[in-house]
C-alpha cells in the first residue's frame, strides 16, 4: 500500500504505516507539498500504523510551517487510534476540513 498520495496541491492523504524508518520521506513530500501552498491538510484517516515518531514529525512540521507563516492542518475524523496517539502526546487536530485557512487569508488556530 502506498503511504501517501496527492489528491490536489492542498491536500495529503497519508495511507500505510508512519514510523520512524520512513520520517524523512515523509517529511520531506509533506516540506515539499507546502512550496506549493501556504495551507496543507493532511489526512490521517487511512494511516494503519502511526508512532510517536511519526506523530512527533508531524508536529514539528506544524511548527515550521506556522513559523514560515504557513500552516498543515492535521485531519482525522475516524481513526481512533491516531486520535489516541495525539490526544496521547498533546498533539492538536481537526475532526471537520476547516472552511477558513490560510489560502483564504484567515488563520486557524
Do not use: W
Not at 10 to 31: H, P
Not at 52 to 71: D, F, Q, T, V
Request: charged share 25%; hydrophobic share 40%.
Amino acid at each position: 500500500m502506498p503511504l501517501h498520495s496527492f489528491l490536489t496541491n492542498r491536500f495529503l492523504k497519508l495511507e500505510g504505516r508512519l514510523y520512524s524508518g520512513n520520517l524523512s520521506e515523509v517529511q520531506f513530500r509533506i516540506e515539499s507539498a507546502l512550496d506549493r501552498t501556504p495551507s496543507l491538510i493532511v489526512d490521517l484517516d487511512p494511516l494503519e500504523k502511526i508512532d510517536a515518531a511519526g506523530a512527533y514529525m508531524l508536529y514539528i512540521a506544524s511548527e515550521n510551517a506556522r513559523e514560515n507563516n504557513k500552516e498543515i492542518i492535521l485531519f482525522c475524523k475516524e481513526n481512533e487510534m491516531v486520535k489516541l496517539i495525539f490526544s496521547f502526546v498533546g498533539i492538536p487536530y481537526y475532526n471537520k476540513i476547516p472552511k477558513n485557512t490560510r489560502s483564504n487569508n484567515k488563520s486557524v488556530y
